[in-house]
Antibody, heavy 119, light 105 residues
Framework: EVQLVESGGGSVQPGGSLRLSCEVS????????MHWVRQAPGKGLEWVSR????????KYADSVTGRFTVSRDNARNTLYLEMRRLRVEDTAVYYC????????????WGQGATVAVSS | DIQMTQSPSSLSASVGDRVTITCRAG??????LTWYQQQPGKAPRVLIY???KLQSGVPSRFSGSGSGTDFTLTISSLQPEDFAMYYC????????FGQGTKVEV
C-alpha cells in the first residue's frame, strides 16, 4: 500500500523556521519526482515545490523562492521541506504528493501537516 | 504561469443529478489536465488524469473530456458521497490548480 506520512508541522512566529518531513512507503521512492502542495485555511490548493528523483532538479513557486528548500533522502525514503523566514501568509496545511510517472498531476498524497505562523 | 479557471465556483445539486464542471486553461496544455476531489479535512484524491482517463478505483459515474484549453468533469448521477470540492490542475508547464468548485446540496 502506498503511504505518505508528513510530520514536523507546528506553530511559529513570523520570521521563524520549520522543517517538514514526509516518509513514504509502498513504492520505489527513487523512481518518482515529489511535490509539496499547500492549502491555506478556507482556500484552494497551491503548488509549492518539486524535487526530481535524484534531488538534482528542484523548482519552487515564486511565493516561496529563496525561503523554502526541498530535499530528499532516498536512503531513508523521506522528503523534506525546509521553511525559513516564515510569513503569516505561509499558514496552511502542507501536503506531500507523488508525481504521476507520466507527468499527469499527483497520484498519491499524504494526510497533511499544519503550519501556523502568527505572532 | 498558466492560469486555470474553473466554473462555476459552486453549484447546488441533488442526488441523482448530472453535474458538469468546466476548467479553462490560459493557454494550450494538450491533455495534461487532472481532476481531484477533496472532502473536508482530507487530502485531495485523483479522479481523472490525462483529461479523460479514470483513475483506478474511481466510480465510472465520473468522466472527463477535453483537450487544448477547455475541459469538463461530469458526474453522471450524483451520489451523497460526491458532495465535495473539485479542483482541476494543469501539469503541462509547471503545476497550477483551478480555484475549485464546491458541489453542495
Amino acid at each position: 500500500e502506498v503511504q505518505l506520512v508528513e510530520s514536523g508541522g507546528g506553530s511559529v512566529q513570523p520570521g521563524g523556521s520549520l522543517r517538514l518531513s514526509c516518509e513514504v512507503s509502498g513504492f520505489i521512492f527513487t523512481t518518482y519526482w515529489m511535490h509539496w502542495v499547500r492549502q491555506a485555511p478556507g482556500k484552494g490548493l497551491e503548488w509549492v515545490s518539486r524535487v526530481g528523483s535524484d534531488e538534482s532538479s528542484t523548482k519552487y513557486a515564486d511565493s516561496v523562492t529563496g525561503r523554502f528548500t526541498v530535499s530528499r533522502d532516498n536512503a531513508r525514503n523521506t522528503l523534506y521541506l525546509e521553511m525559513r523566514r516564515l510569513r503569516v501568509e505561509d499558514t496552511a496545511v502542507y501536503y506531500c504528493a507523488r508525481d504521476h510517472l507520466g507527468g499527469y498531476g499527483m497520484d498519491a498524497w499524504g494526510q497533511g501537516a499544519t503550519v501556523a505562523v502568527s505572532s | 504561469d498558466i492560469q486555470m479557471t474553473q466554473s462555476p465556483s459552486s453549484l447546488s445539486a441533488s442526488v441523482g443529478d448530472r453535474v458538469t464542471i468546466t476548467c479553462r486553461a490560459g493557454e494550450t496544455i494538450n491533455n495534461y489536465l487532472t481532476w481531484y476531489q477533496q472532502q473536508p479535512g482530507k487530502a485531495p484524491r485523483v479522479l481523472i488524469y490525462a483529461a479523460s482517463k479514470l483513475q483506478s478505483g474511481v466510480p465510472s459515474r465520473f468522466s472527463g473530456s477535453g483537450s487544448g484549453t477547455d475541459f469538463t468533469l461530469t458526474i453522471s448521477s450524483l451520489q451523497p458521497e460526491d458532495f465535495a470540492m473539485y479542483y482541476c490542475q494543469q501539469s503541462y508547464t509547471g503545476w497550477t490548480f483551478g480555484q475549485g468548485t464546491k458541489v453542495e446540496v
